[in-house]
């Protein structure tokens, strides 16, 4: 089994980000070494923080699918055409911040958006409940702009004048979100799952947690697709067969339905 779960409103909870009430499925997950894949719209240095605090060393898709690290010897597995920056391999299916700001600048005044580029951390901080210093991490961005739309602005405008320019607006449980437009959730999962079944014998069974619209490209993709519910808005408007849904949000969702999952594999 592989396992790869999206962070906001799903690990972890909306409001205060906690994951404690996922910790019996987790240190089950941890024992068996199963594969546990974050996939976030979060950044490296943020995920880093929050792996460290689960326990885990498993690779991770941050960014919306834009980065994939492997930290560097996991499991001898040999990532063809994968670059090394700071102690891992990865895979760049996204562009780069740069070229995502440059195009950033030229419409943010056109559609009235403000990215995590023109804001300090105390102002993401307030719009985000993180603290200053989780905000700055947040701020560290490789590969995708976060950013806000004023009401009633043309996003369909905006997402097609991206899409001249290679590059895509999705959109996260809190934020609109500007990416490359050849990279996203799905995509990274599937380059992931490849590697795995590159260097095992067996093809594993994929699970997927998520909870928004930008989960959807790899929740179809997955052998079991769980949606948690967000506290607000309910389930994400999502059916295939197999599907699961946590009867709770959050991390209490999580590991409900993780445990039930856990006990019918005998994990």
């Known amino acids: ?30 024992k068996s070494r ?30 919306n699918g834009g980065g994939i690290f492997f930290r560097a010897g996991y499991r001898d597995f040999n990532i063809k055409n994968a670059l090394t920056i700071e102690g891992y391999d990865f895979l760049k299916p996204g562009r780069s911040y740069a070229q995502i700001r440059r195009f950033f600048e030229k419409v943010r005044s056109v559609f009235g958006v403000k990215g995590f580029g023109d804001m300090t951390a105390r102002e993401i901080a ?18 995708t702009e976060p950013f806000i739309m004023e009401p009633g602005q043309d996003t369909e ?69 769980i949606l948690i519910p967000h506290p607000v808005h309910g389930y994400l408007d999502m059916d295939r067969p197999g599907i699961l849904r946590a009867k709770m949000s959050g991390s209490s969702g999580w590991n409900a339905v993780m445990e039930g999952l856990l006990d019918e594999y005998a994990i």
């Open 126 to 143: 307030s719009l985000t409940g993180l603290s200053e210093d989780q905000a700055a991490f947040a701020k560290d961005r490789e590969f």
């Open 34 to 63: 199963t594969p546990l894949i974050i996939v976030t719209s979060k950044t490296r240095r943020e995920v880093e923080l929050i792996r460290d605090a689960i326990g885990i060393d498993d690779p991770f898709i941050v960014e």
């Open 157 to 225: 405008g905006l997402s097609r004048m991206a899409e001249k320019e290679g590059m895509a607006v999705t959109r996260g449980g809190r934020f609109y979100h500007l990416i490359g437009k050849d990279q996203d959730k799905g995509k990274a999962v599937c380059m992931v799952r490849d590697i795995f079944e590159q260097h095992d014998a067996a093809k594993a069974i994929t699970v997927g947690l998520g909870d928004s619209e930008n989960d959807r490209s790899f929740l179809e993709l997955v052998d079991i697709p």
């Open 1 to 30: 089994m592989i396992i790869f779960t999206d962070l906001d409103g799903t690990l972890l909870n909306h409001h205060d980000y906690a994951f404690f009430n996922a910790l019996p499925a987790l240190d089950r997950i941890k």
